[in-house]
């Protein structure tokens, strides 16, 4: 098991390249389920998430060549719909083959994902609309076993669900007739899935709203497509620049992506230039308390509430920080508070104190926003060395992110523990 050693307290300073979104990749690699010739993917991140996604599908028979950022994915010969526990287990985003394999076959035996370490994370939502397309859902032995000629319907979300709109939106392109869902939601992640989509024959119009209107097809055909860049991914190394009063530049990111992320930055105190792709910050000034609440986009975004967290345990003032979209994502506090934070917990509240340093220890990662949140505030501790481990938390979702902090002036290592 590896573990992540790091010397904080210097300042970040230089440019990142931001890589392709995991949250975006993933769906969109599901999505190819539908076409009945080749797709081609560019700008596809090398994270353990997308490997694991890579063995589900190939295990379906589809053929994926996977290189550099570069994937070719053929699922014109699938030939089975059941996904294994095994697999589904690992990675909840496995759930998303349900809907295209059901718009595509009639039939799918997908694993219950079960619940992790940030929920329990149910699947009603994704379940009810498959139903209001028409499918027969049964739950046997822990799948969901789901049969039947999906047809459109009108469906209305209890809670705008990013996967169960991706689910949805796939298995309607491919149903007989107009579907329309309500309270859908609004995810750039969202958006790319219907350009793809459309771009391999769908009729889909409305994704970024929360109103969206498929017109189902009788077949969906090959595509060529550039996954959208990482905005997560962009807003933790940002995060990582103003914890260290750092100077970091972010490179083919978009900045439209994070409107109410990059507004809370400023408010912390950043001073943000953003010219096209590249997004810089500079946090010489001291950094300033601000209330977050994360909500659904284009609100602040639950991926970054840990990252954002750890910049203000050193930020001068109180800080109130409201989880709204998932039950239990705290899970950094502990360890946050092992590094001499002052965070107070009321439910799904978190009142962080900013004192004047955090030092290093030995903690370890749970889920993968809150090891990216150690990694942050291992670099902002002034005194000590933070030795994290259980950092493959931290590989389904950044690439090699100990060379790359390291390449903008980290005092970070990888060891094998
Ligand atoms: C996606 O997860 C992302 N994962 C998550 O990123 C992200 O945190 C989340 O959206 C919210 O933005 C991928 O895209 C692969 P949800 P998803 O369905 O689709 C409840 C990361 O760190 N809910 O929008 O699973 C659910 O319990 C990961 O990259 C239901 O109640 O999230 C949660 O409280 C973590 N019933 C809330 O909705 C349902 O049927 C949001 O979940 C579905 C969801």
Redesign the pocket.
């Known amino acids: 098991m590896d573990k992540i050693l790091i010397r904080g307290g210097r300042p970040l300073r230089g440019t990142v390249q931001v890589r392709g979104a995991?949250?975006a990749a993933?769906?969109l690699m599901a999505a190819s389920i539908l076409a009945e010739e080749a797709c081609t993917l560019h700008n596809v991140p090398c994270l353990h998430d997308v490997f694991t996604m890579d063995k589900l599908l190939s295990a379906f028979g589809a053929k994926i060549e996977f290189t550099g950022r570069y994937m070719t994915i053929d699922a014109s010969t699938l030939d089975s719909h059941v996904a294994h526990y095994d697999l589904v287990r690992k990675m909840?985003?496995s759930f998303f083959v349900l809907g295209p394999l059901l718009g595509r076959f009639g039939k799918a035996r997908v694993s219950l994902p079960g619940g992790c370490a940030?929920?329990?994370?149910?699947?009603?939502?994704?379940l009810k609309g498959l139903e209001a397309l028409g499918a027969s859902i049964a739950i046997e032995d822990g799948y969901v076993v789901a049969e039947g000629a999906l047809k459109g319907a009108e469906f209305s979300f209890d809670?705008p669900?990013?996967?169960?709109t991706e689910n949805l939106m796939m298995a309607a392109s491919r149903a007989k007739g107009v579907t329309r869902l309500f309270n859908v939601?609004r995810?750039p992640?969202i958006v790319d899935l219907a350009h793809f989509l459309n771009s391999m024959g769908a009729q889909i119009s409305g994704a970024g709203t929360d109103l969206i209107t498929i017109v189902g097809v009788d077949s969906l055909g090959g595509t060529e497509h550039t996954v959208i860049p990482d905005r997560?991914e962009a807003g933790t190394f940002l995060i990582a620049g103003m914890a260290t009063r750092g100077d970091v530049t972010v490179l083919n990111a978009n900045a439209d992506h994070l409107p109410t992320f990059l507004g809370k930055l400023r408010d912390a105190g950043a001073e943000l230039e953003v010219h096209g792709t590249r997004i810089r910050v500079n946090a010489s000034a001291a950094l300033k308390a601000v209330d977050v609440t994360t909500l659904?986009f284009p609100g602040f975004?639950?991926?970054l509430q840990a990252q954002m967290m750890s910049m203000l345990c050193v930020a001068d003032g109180v800080s109130i920080m409201r989880e709204s979209?998932?039950?239990n994502r705290f899970m950094q506090v502990a360890e946050l508070i092992r590094m001499g934070a002052d965070i107070g917990l009321d439910g799904n509240s978190a009142v962080v104190r900013g004192v004047k340093a955090l030092s290093g220890a030995p903690v370890m990662a749970s889920d993968?926003?809150a090891s990216a949140a150690l990694v942050i505030a291992g670099l902002a501790a002034s005194k000590g060395e933070t030795s994290i481990s259980r950092v493959y938390h931290i590989d389904r979702?950044y690439e090699r992110i100990e060379e790359r902090l390291a390449s903008i002036g980290a005092d970070i290592e990888r060891v094998n523990d």
């Open positions: 995991k949250n993933l769906p909840r985003a940030i929920g329990t994370r149910p699947v009603d939502i994704h809670f669900s990013v996967g169960a939601a995810e992640e997560i659904p975004p639950t991926d979209v998932f039950e993968l926003r979702g």
